[in-house]
């Protein structure tokens, strides 16, 4: 179907505003992060900065200098609380998500564990924290790990069942009349055709465990352990604000994830059930 | 119960909830036979097959394959293999691995397996294609995947799901034949279902007919086709089905007189020179008369023979090549009449149509029962 001149205007003015409403925040903190001090505090505000200034960039990468410290710090805690809570909270949720599509495991149980991610987080705090002071445990990244895991528990394995329901069920009774045991057929059969919705689930577990803040804050006191939310928060937290510096955290602190959106692209496509059944 | 059975299905019931699926099935084959379950949909006939695979769990009776009770046993543990309709072969496998996967679970050394799978491309035909993933295979060719990766395991027992169903018509007639070529040089025993009463008729040593889950008739091809125990299977195997036509069916002395009434007031009188059965020692009663299409041609009469002729009013003559089809209404229905090709008949007119009753059926006109 043709468009006319009307619609396609209509529809590339969509377009754009879209475009400049979700990325005009971004390229706003990337100028922000190269603008020189003066710059930012200026009245009105330079949009264009006088100068282009990666110096912040350099300190935060240094790690003998004091802000480079603390953020490589929060950098590496970040990567490891997130990164091993998605590993564990998948290991667990895939099983999971298998009981609860093919083996009749009880919904109820499925919407009890949605329901823990319902209650806000301040409702677990105080008894978290009791726990895990009375075992000595906090401002540990074991214990952020501990508690990331079960927040994403749920919510990785409702995804993964959602998932696991739709792959076609003969491919995997097909295995089992072949003489498969269930956990073989889950390894060679199931695991390939939910290869997208693993890696996109792997892929939300791990933003939401990246963009945690509020356990972090509780649970960490020092450099061993606060993840970058908390860190970032710490540099405007002093007197003297340089938005500069918070503003290129920022930046640096979108890399990881926008880098493993980008590894994951290849896997998120769809189409790799075809040829399993039919024609 | 016979020690040679391959399988026995005794008394078995599967019921959903209120829904009673299958109802007292009674089945038993022996080994190399190809047994036929077919049925119009939701007769139950895959719900059997589900049970005999073991995929679905029975509600009561006892299910043996080669003689070891497999009721309520794994379906890897049953000795069988299955093609399904949709074939589900798996997708992220080649084809050689694919057809290769039950060896593997089995932990067959890498040598064996690799000839086995050689050994049943070749009979399959697909040695060029052991390398390629299913999404590169046509229908067809996936088809015979999924047959490749039951027989190279050689097992007990082979349960075909509808496996043609899903190919275009030309290529279900091309593997209708392989299938029946692979069991002739296999000499597999093989349990098929399909709805498709030709496949049954072809492939079949022999056919369980089924119709809300309760088993119709069992029997050989020909005796399903030429003496069908009820209205149901009369109508559903052949094409075109068989004609039930109400007629009034009069005993005399060694032989039956039969009246067909005609929509012009007049009535078709025909003999059936068989001895009457018991079913009609009470004297005249209105039945069902079934007579195949090929009963009712434009043969021309032979002094001595058996066949009779009357006339009828052809009210739709369709030329399909082989055959011309007449449709004349006869005994409250419209009965097929197959004529031969190049039959100087037009619709409208009136034409000699000679009846064999050499096969003649009744049935009973209120339960459909054979008499």
């Not at chain 2, 679970?105 to 050689?118: H, T, Y």
Request: proline share 5%.
């Amino acid at each position: 179907m043709r468009r006319t001149m009307l619609q396609s205007v209509f529809l590339y003015s969509c377009v754009v505003a879209l475009a400049l409403f979700t990325i005009a925040p971004l390229l706003w903190l990337v100028t922000m992060s190269i603008s020189a001090p003066t710059d930012l505090t200026e009245v009105p505000l330079r949009w264009i900065p006088s100068e282009f200034d990666f110096s912040r960039y350099g300190a935060l990468l240094n790690i003998d200098g004091g802000s480079g410290e603390r953020f490589l710090s929060a950098l590496r805690n970040s990567i490891l609380t997130a990164g091993g809570a998605t590993v564990i909270a998948l290991m667990l949720a895939i099983p999971a998500a298998y009981s609860f599509s093919r083996r009749g495991a009880s919904m109820v149980l499925l919407f009890a564990f949605l329901a823990t991610i319902m209650m806000p987080p301040i409702t677990y705090i105080l008894p978290l924290y009791s726990t895990f002071s009375a075992f000595g445990m906090l401002n540990k990244t074991t214990t952020l790990i501990i508690v990331y895991t079960a927040m994403l528990l749920p919510f990785a394995t409702w995804l993964m069942k959602a998932n696991i329901d739709v792959l076609p069920v003969e491919v995997e009774q097909a295995a089992f009349m072949e003489g498969a045991s269930t956990s073989y057929t889950i390894r060679t059969v199931v695991l390939p055709l939910a290869l997208p919705a693993i890696a996109a689930t792997a892929m939300l577990s791990f933003l939401v465990a990246w963009d945690e803040f509020f356990y972090a804050l509780i649970f960490t006191n020092d450099l061993s352990a606060k993840t970058l939310p908390v860190a970032i928060a710490d540099f405007s937290a002093g007197r003297v604000t340089d938005y500069g510096v918070i503003a290129s955290v920022g930046v640096m602190a979108t890399l990881p994830p926008a880098i493993l959106a980008i590894c994951f692209q290849k896997f998120i496509v769809s189409g790799l059930v075809a040829g399993s059944v039919k024609g | 119960m016979p020690e040679n059975q391959i399988l026995s299905v005794e008394s078995l019931q599967k019921t959903y909830g209120d829904v009673h699926v299958l109802k007292d099935i009674n089945v038993a084959m022996e080994p190399g036979e190809f047994l036929v379950l077919v049925g119009p949909s939701g007769c139950g006939k895959s719900t059997l097959l589900s049970c005999i695979s073991g995929l679905t769990e029975v509600s009561s009776g006892t299910i043996r394959i080669a003689g070891r009770d497999c009721t309520h046993m794994e379906p890897a543990n049953r000795d069988i293999a299955m093609v399904f309709q949709s074939y589900a072969l798996f997708p992220n496998m080649s084809v050689e691995r694919n057809i290769g996967f039950g060896l593997e679970v089995r932990k067959v050394a890498e040598a064996e397996k690799k000839a086995k799978v050689s050994e049943v491309a070749d009979l399959l035909k697909i040695e060029h294609l052991l390398q390629r993933r299913p999404a590169e295979l046509s229908g067809g060719q996936r088809q015979r995947v999924a047959m490749g990766r039951a027989l190279v395991r050689d097992p007990k027992l082979f349960l075909f799901d509808e496996p043609l169903s899903n190919l275009d018509a030309k290529l279900r007639v091309t593997m209708r034949t392989e299938i029946k070529r692979i069991h002739q040089a296999t000499g597999a025993s093989i349990v098929y279902v399909t709805h498709d009463q030709i496949e049954a008729m072809t492939l079949a040593t022999r056919i369980v007919v089924m119709k809300d889950g309760v088993v119709q008739q069992i029997g050989t091809p020909h005796e399903i086709y030429n003496k069908p125990v009820n209205a149901f299977v009369a109508d559903f195997m052949g094409a075109p089905s068989m004609n039930l036509m109400k007629g009034k069916a009069t005993p005399e002395e060694g032989h039956i007189r039969l009246e067909i009434p005609t929509p012009q007031g007049r009535s078709v009188s025909l003999i059936d020179r068989k001895t009457p059965s018991q079913s009609f020692r009470n004297g005249p009663q209105d039945v069902l008369i079934g007579l195949r299409p090929e009963a009712m041609t434009d043969q021309k009469l032979s002094n001595g023979s058996a066949l009779q002729s009357a006339e009828c009013l052809l009210e739709v003559v369709e030329p399909a090549g082989a055959d011309t089809y007449a449709v004349i209404h006869l005994g409250e229905t419209e009965a097929i009449a197959r004529l031969s090709a190049d039959a100087p008949v037009q619709a409208g007119e009136m034409s000699s149509i000679t009846f064999d009753l050499s096969k003649v059926s009744y049935f009973d006109i209120s339960s459909g029962n054979r008499l």
